[in-house]
């Protein structure tokens, strides 16, 4: 069983875009289940790959995590077919820093003005420096995960907190 341990930050600045790749575009659509219930089902296209992933519960940092690649077309067409408007456009920068590569979404569509930075980590009790350009951390926050983004956007939060 594959486990996914992260940690997610709203950005304090744009310092990070000095040290960053040029990014790769995504689209990401999740299956419809019942937050908080369901495993989150989501596929995703990510330049010219594709990948269909199943996520467990959070339990803490940690939940289990499996991810298969599927072909473009498959990916389009679960897009279209079982994703509806629960979809979710950004690009990806990978971001080292100090021995660690930070994970740096800028968001798209009905999530435009949202940033973030996430960091896998290979245990929960890993040590890590935190980068100047990080902010607050949002990982317990479920507003912040991509699947409650695709529900509830960022454009429709009442109250947004600044990146």
């Given at each position: 069983?594959g486990?996914?341990i992260?940690?997610?930050?709203?950005?304090?600045?744009?310092?990070?875009?000095?040290?960053?790749?040029?990014?790769?575009?995504?689209?990401?659509?999740?299956?419809?289940?019942?937050?908080?219930?369901?495993?989150t089902v989501?596929v995703?296209?990510?330049?010219?790959?594709?990948?269909?992933?199943?996520k467990?519960?959070?339990e803490?940092?940690?939940?289990?995590?499996?991810?298969?690649?599927?072909?473009?077309?498959?990916?389009?067409?679960?897009?279209?077919?079982?994703?509806?408007?629960?979809?979710?456009?950004?690009?990806?920068?990978?971001?080292?820093?100090?021995?660690?590569?930070?994970?740096v979404?800028?968001y798209?569509g009905?999530n435009a003005?949202?940033?973030?930075?996430?960091?896998?980590?290979?245990?929960?009790?890993?040590?890590?420096?935190?980068?100047?350009w990080?902010?607050?951390?949002?990982?317990?926050?479920?507003?912040?995960?991509?699947?409650?983004?695709?529900?509830?956007?960022?454009?429709?939060?009442?109250?947004?907190?600044s990146?």
């Amino acid at each position: 069983m594959g486990v996914e341990i992260e940690r997610k930050y709203l950005l304090a600045s744009d310092a990070w875009r000095e040290f960053s790749d040029d990014g790769i575009r995504m689209v990401q659509g999740y299956f419809a289940g019942v937050p908080g219930e369901s495993p989150t089902v989501r596929v995703r296209i990510a330049g010219e790959r594709a990948f269909l992933t199943v996520k467990g519960r959070p339990e803490g940092f940690a939940r289990s995590e499996f991810e298969y690649t599927v072909p473009v077309a498959d990916a389009e067409a679960m897009l279209r077919e079982f994703c509806g408007d629960r979809v979710v456009e950004k690009c990806r920068y990978l971001v080292a820093f100090q021995g660690f590569v930070w994970e740096v979404d800028e968001y798209f569509g009905r999530n435009a003005g949202l940033f973030t930075a996430e960091l896998e980590l290979d245990s929960v009790d890993t040590a890590f420096p935190l980068p100047p350009w990080v902010g607050r951390e949002v990982t317990g926050d479920p507003r912040y995960t991509n699947g409650a983004l695709s529900r509830k956007p960022f454009s429709e939060w009442e109250e947004r907190d600044s990146n």
